[in-house]
């Protein structure tokens, strides 16, 4: 174990030799340990369990989410996003984007947090800062836009087939601009709506999050 993982451990959490602890990889591992020796620099443990693919989930979420310009507001939407479900979270750069850079090592150290507190065995992806325009090319599964302009769009819940892959786009504190909608339109992406209320970009994000594990539970 490491370090800061030691330090909390014992400093802590005051565990002693012979407790028993749950750990995860982030790629699917569960495993049940004893603790054989109670260093706060380098705890030992042994491992007595182990569970391969757990909580292993039927679909695959990615939201690509315009940054807010508090960036605390992101934060806590990567946190709980994580706690509730997702796997892969790509920061887009739109034309109406306050914020135009993220520290990728920042908002990962957050969804780390977020996965122990939470006992996710799975860890979710964080990408780079894409430009909207560059990320819109490459969408993998159901893509969707979720925009506030007046148009043509049905509620999330009446698009998705489940049990697939989804992107779905949440644009910045101004919405996207009716050009970014109609590029998505032209890469097969499906106009949606997250119901009556204007909701800022990381509530929405996270009502989108919320209602795919929903439907898919």
Not at 2 to 8: G, I, L, R, T, W
Not at 11 to 32: C, T
Not at 52 to 67: D, F, G, S, T, V
Not at 157 to 171: E, H, M, V
Request: aromatic share 6%.
């Amino acid at each position: 174990m490491n370090p800061d993982e030691s330090k909390h451990c014992i400093r802590v959490l005051r565990l002693q030799k012979d407790d028993v602890v749950q750990l995860i990889d982030g790629r699917g591992g569960l495993f049940e340990a004893v603790i054989v020796s109670p260093d706060p620099k380098r705890t030992q443990l042994k491992i007595i369990n182990e569970t391969r693919e757990y909580q292993k989930r039927n679909h695959y979420l990615h939201i690509a989410i315009a940054p807010t310009k508090n960036i605390e507001r992101l934060e806590w939407f990567l946190e709980k996003a994580t706690e509730i479900g997702i796997d892969e979270i790509s920061p887009i750069i739109c034309d109406r984007s306050e914020r135009k850079e993220v520290k990728k090592e920042r908002l990962d150290k957050v969804i780390t947090s977020a996965v122990k507190q939470s006992l996710k065995a799975y860890h979710p992806k964080l990408n780079e800062a894409l430009k909207y325009k560059d990320f819109i090319k490459n969408i993998s599964g159901q893509g969707y836009i979720a925009h506030c302009m007046e148009a043509e769009k049905a509620q999330l819940k009446d698009q998705i087939t489940l049990n697939d892959r989804y992107t779905i786009l949440i644009g910045p504190e101004g919405d996207f601009t009716p050009a970014e909608l109609e590029l998505a339109l032209d890469y097969q992406c499906k106009p949606i709506s997250l119901g009556t209320s204007r909701l800022r970009t990381e509530t929405a994000a996270l009502e989108a999050c919320f209602e795919i594990n929903l439907l898919n539970r």
